[in-house]
């Protein structure tokens, strides 16, 4: 009987023990995911991007995408402006990411991390899944322009994702993300990012203005503006690798 009770108080002492962590684990996870919400507002959609990048006393300059979504693991990026990028595209199918470029004629595998235009990378505009690639460890709570937020460490999964890290201040009252710190695998900071604003879409706060910023020359940063939110259906054929060379 007294063995009975020591193994029982044994096991009560470790539940005590590891049941914080756990707990820790499964906010970091629920907290990862409510701000992925705000990202994607539905399940199939399609929405416009503009992208202008400021770089030291050069004129800004504008890109335009159409961005094509259905469920986590599909997406397209349509360019649309300036006019001499059309017919261009990127595809993100089964964690792999193609391009598309007219002169070369058929698609070519690139990284989710490699620079797209200014300080945006093509997994900021194809892949949007942070819960799905990244483990979030609780880390705290900080006050960022005075709103309450929780600090979440993102560790890669893989290896074939944007970024090594990323260190994510989300609302503790919306689940909105407010800031964001982007790492490279030697722990270089490459830049961080503002998520400026939010708008209500298919009945929801949805990001609507996401600013990067390099992480050493201040004066080049690009802002992503997101706009025309269409939520419907998609064919197969925008998801299909050999198909992207004849989409209009």
Not at 50 to 56: A, D, P, Q, S
Not at 129 to 157: F, I, M
Not at 214 to 231: E, G, H, I, Y
Request: proline share 5%; net charge positive; glycine share 6%.
């Amino acid at each position: 009987m007294l063995w009975r009770l020591s193994a029982m108080s044994k096991y009560a002492w470790l539940c005590m023990l590891f049941l914080p962590w756990v707990v820790a684990a499964q906010d970091a996870e629920d907290i990862l995911r409510r701000a992925d919400r705000t990202r994607v507002p539905a399940q199939s959609f399609v929405w416009d991007i503009t992208v202008t990048t400021y770089e030291g006393n050069r004129p800004p300059s504008t890109r335009g995408f159409e961005v094509y979504m259905q469920g986590t693991e599909k997406s397209l990026v349509k360019f649309v402006a300036p006019p001499r990028y059309l017919g261009q595209s990127v595809l993100y199918l089964n964690r792999d990411l193609w391009i598309y470029l007219p002169e070369a004629g058929k698609p070519v595998r690139v990284p989710l991390a490699q620079r797209l235009v200014g300080q945006v990378a093509n997994g900021d505009l194809a892949r949007t899944n942070y819960a799905g690639d990244y483990l979030p460890t609780l880390v705290g709570r900080d006050q960022v322009n005075g709103l309450e937020t929780y600090v979440l460490s993102l560790t890669a999964k893989t290896k074939e994702v944007t970024y090594a890290a990323i260190k994510y201040w989300v609302t503790t009252e919306t689940f909105l993300p407010v800031k964001a710190e982007f790492y490279a695998g030697t722990g270089t900071l490459l830049k961080t990012g503002s998520f400026d604003a939010y708008t209500e879409l298919a009945g929801h706060l949805r990001l609507t203005r996401l600013t990067f910023v390099d992480a050493v020359r201040k004066d080049m940063q690009s802002t992503m503006d997101f706009s025309n939110l269409r939520v419907r259906a998609l064919p197969d054929r925008y998801f299909d690798k050999q198909s992207m060379k004849t989409l209009d």
